[in-house]
Each structure stands twice: as structure tokens, then as C-alpha cells.
T-cell receptor, first 113, second 112 residues
């Protein structure tokens, strides 16, 4: 089955700096890669996603990149703000196998003001 | 607005007791999932369902069961609670069209 590894587990940056979170997946049949943000005491919420036919996607200060050959995908947050502090999860899903989504272990991001 | 709700939000129980966590969604989504969240493990899939009367085991299904008698609800039952099942449980649903999972607020379960 699919396995998703995520690094680092904790990331601390200064406000205004960039943050990068990296993930790898094992199943080459995975073709949908969402990123979720979880704030304290809440359920995860989708912030951005990328499909396997796209190499990069950007939404304001957030961007995701995908390298299918290496089975790597990354989340980039630029100009970080204190409200970006949260736990971020990467995930992978095989669309043709139903909608089962496998998550990474999460990255706790601290943005220091 | 459509939503997904979990209950109870907090529960303390004793080893060996049966516990049921409720999940109710009003989006009319066919696909529903239960995850548990533990430090260092992220979100691990327990059980999932793609429609009424359909249930499937996930990565960590031992000691858990689900039933799907209607579209809106997917209750998660711990037949005989164990301390290793102390965790935060999240229910999620998706239509499948976009891929986005919609999560509930979570249920924190403590097994003493």
C-alpha cells in the first residue's frame, strides 16, 4: 500500500522568512497530492493540492511542486506570518483506487514574530 | 450550510468498555472515513465507506468496526476499548469530484 513520509517534523522560522516541507510517496500509481493545515483544536483543512499531470501550482503565498520521477512533492510558504503557525499534513491518493487518502506524519510550523 | 459533526467531542472510558463515536454529515457525500491522530504518526486510516452498506478496513482497523446504514452517518465502534486506543479521532467525507476531504472537529478519547 501507499506510504507517505514527511520532513521535518518541526519547523521554526522568523516572520517573513520562507518555509519548506517535503514529502515522499511510495506508490507510483498515486496521482493526487493534497496539503492540509490543522489549527489547534480543529480538524485539518485543505489548503492546496496538485495532480500528477502538473509540476507546480501556486496560490498567493503558497506553492506546491511535484517530481513524479523521484516521487517527491513539497509545500513552499513565502513571507510567513504568525497565523501560518499550525500543523501541516501532506497526503497521497490513488484516484483509480477509490478515494482513500494516506497522510504523512505532519509538520508543526512555528512562525516567530 | 452543510457540515460534518462528531460526538462526543471528549470522552473518558475504562478498559474493556464498548465505545461508539458518532459522525454525521449533511453534504450527501457517499465517501466517509475515520482517522486517528497520534503524535509522530499523523493521521492513520481506520475504516472507510464508499456508500450505504459498504465498509472497508484501513491501515489500523484492529479493534474497531463501522456500519453504514444511511448516507449521512458512519459511527465508529470500539468493541472493547484498550489504552492503546487513546487518541483523537477524526471523521471525514468527500464527494470524490474534487478530492477534498472535509473533516469534523475531532473526538478526543481517553481509555483508562
Amino acid at each position: 500500500g501507499e506510504n507517505v513520509e514527511q520532513h521535518p517534523s518541526t519547523l521554526s522560522v522568523q516572520e517573513g522568512d520562507s518555509a519548506v516541507i517535503k514529502c515522499t510517496y511510495s506508490d507510483s500509481a498515486s496521482n493526487y497530492f493534497p496539503w492540509y493545515k490543522q489549527e489547534l483544536g480543529k480538524g485539518p483543512q485543505l489548503i492546496i493540492d496538485i495532480r500528477s499531470n502538473v509540476g507546480e501550482k501556486k496560490d498567493q503565498r503558497i506553492a506546491v511542486t511535484l517530481n513524479k520521477t523521484a516521487k517527491h512533492f513539497s509545500l513552499h510558504i513565502t513571507e510567513t506570518q504568525p497565523e501560518d503557525s499550525a500543523v501541516y499534513f501532506c497526503a497521497a491518493r490513488i484516484n483509480t483506487g477509490g478515494f482513500k487518502t494516506i497522510f504523512g506524519a505532519g509538520t508543526r510550523l512555528f512562525v516567530k514574530a | 450550510d452543510a457540515e460534518i459533526t462528531q460526538s462526543p467531542r471528549h470522552k473518558i472510558t475504562e478498559t474493556g468498555r464498548q465505545v461508539t463515536l458518532a459522525c454525521h454529515q449533511t453534504w450527501n457525500h457517499n465517501n466517509m472515513f475515520w482517522y486517528r491522530q497520534d503524535l509522530g504518526h499523523g493521521l492513520r486510516l481506520i475504516h472507510y465507506s464508499y456508500g450505504v452498506q459498504d465498509t472497508n478496513k484501513g491501515e489500523v482497523s484492529d479493534g474497531y468496526s463501522v456500519s453504514r446504514s444511511n448516507t449521512e452517518d458512519l459511527p465508529l465502534t470500539l468493541e472493547s476499548a484498550a489504552s492503546s486506543q487513546t487518541s483523537v479521532y477524526f471523521c471525514a467525507s468527500t464527494s470524490g469530484n474534487t478530492g477534498e476531504l472535509f473533516f469534523g472537529e475531532g473526538s478526543r478519547l481517553t481509555v483508562l
